[in-house]
């Protein structure tokens, strides 16, 4: 059985190619591993909250020391790290927006990026605490940013490669459906992107 988190960032409904993507990487999961078991989340629906001042003084305050106030602020942040911990696959629809991540996207790093929980300093620098876990980054975007002139402007595969690689997840397959707005790929650019998907 393998336990399957699957983390949507697209503001879009069901006309989301990153979505179609995601989901199709699901089929293929569950067509290898019959009785996973997935845990979806959301980050648009509802709004995942972006860090305030409340957040960061919560997360510095020793579990001891906390507030009742404080305890229930990190809350959340605690229940998507449970989340993340638990799973033994971890599916990131993650569109090109501006040549980033969505804003919800980022804030869910944010929440799950905490010293002690996903990541810890030594004296030989820092350890990532979320390992042995199999990522599948689900990319989507108008123009092709796998290699040519605007491979420089992924900020998304490389940002989050290395965002969850510091936090111990460094087994990464990105999936690809790119050329969504280029005449004569975009016919394709979605089921060439399916077609790439390899579940190990």
Known sequence: MKRVLHIISSP??????SKKLGNAVVEKITAKYPD???????????????????????????AENRTSEQLETVKLSDTVIDELHEADIIIIEAPLYNFSITSTLKSWLDHIARAGKTFSYSENGPEGLVKNKKVYLAFSSGGVYSEGERQAYDFVVPYLKQTLGFMGMTDISVVRAEGLSVPVIQDTALQKGIESIVVE
Do not use: G, M, Q, W
């Not at 879009?12 to 190619?17: A, G, Q, V």
């Not at 980050?43 to 919560?58: K, Q, V």
């Open 12 to 17: 879009r409904s069901e006309s989301s190619i």
């Open 36 to 62: 996973s078991v997935f845990k979806k989340r959301d980050l648009a629906n509802p709004l995942f909250p972006h860090l305030e001042e409340a957040h960061i003084n919560a997360f510095f305050t020793p």
